[in-house]
């Protein structure tokens, strides 16, 4: 990426929080209907800024601690955290943006998987959220594909898989309110044992 392309990014970044906080300024707290505060750490990923954009992932956590993020946001932190030797937080990151769009991460190592028979909770959930995000996923270099796909091919990571589409599948069958309770619960129970430490 050249130097012109990266001030583009790092310029749209700032804005964006500049936006942010403003909002926080001037009402007492953020309500963001655009979604300013999922790419304000993107840009600056791709401005070559880690710094910042993991100072940025900070802010996000304080500001917003029951925020469920966004699939490619949570990508860029996971690319982050690897990109500043996180090792152990860059995994869980990666996981945590593997089931926010359970087709992402295959697609990046260009392994997509076909439409499940599962539940998409959302938009951003869905197979079609990946045509909606194509300019964010040329930044991985080869190498990240690589690491991605070792770490979605790994048990840890095939298990929490695995126990997602299941649940989904389940989710997506069932229309008794008292059940749907039941297999998300069971769901939260088991992601809680089979997402890695992190921190």
Request: net charge negative; proline share 4%.
């Amino acid at each position: 990426m050249t130097s012109s392309e990266q001030k583009k990014f790092r310029d749209r970044a700032n804005r964006a929080r500049r936006g942010l906080l403003k909002e926080k300024e001037e009402c007492g707290y953020i309500n963001d209907e655009s979604g300013k505060r999922y790419r304000a750490a993107v840009y600056y990923v791709l401005a070559g800024a880690n710094d910042k954009a993991l100072d940025f992932y900070t802010w996000f956590e304080d500001e917003f601690p029951d925020d469920i993020g966004e699939p490619v946001f949570d990508l860029y932190w996971a690319l982050a955290e690897s990109r500043a030797g996180h090792e152990k937080e860059a995994s869980y990151r990666l996981q945590v943006a593997m089931i926010s769009n359970i087709y992402m991460l295959p697609y990046l190592f260009r392994e997509p998987i076909e439409t499940l028979d599962i539940w998409h909770h959302s938009n951003p959930s869905a197979p079609d959220y990946l045509y909606d995000i194509e300019e964010f996923l040329d930044e991985p270099t080869v190498e990240e594909r690589e690491w991605i796909k070792g770490k979605y091919m790994s048990q840890a990571f095939t298990d929490l898989r695995n126990g997602y589409i299941n649940a989904y599948h389940g989710l997506k069958y069932e229309h008794n309110l008292q059940k749907r309770s039941d297999i998300l619960n069971k769901w939260d129970l088991f992601s809680a044992e089979h997402f890695e430490t992190h921190g």
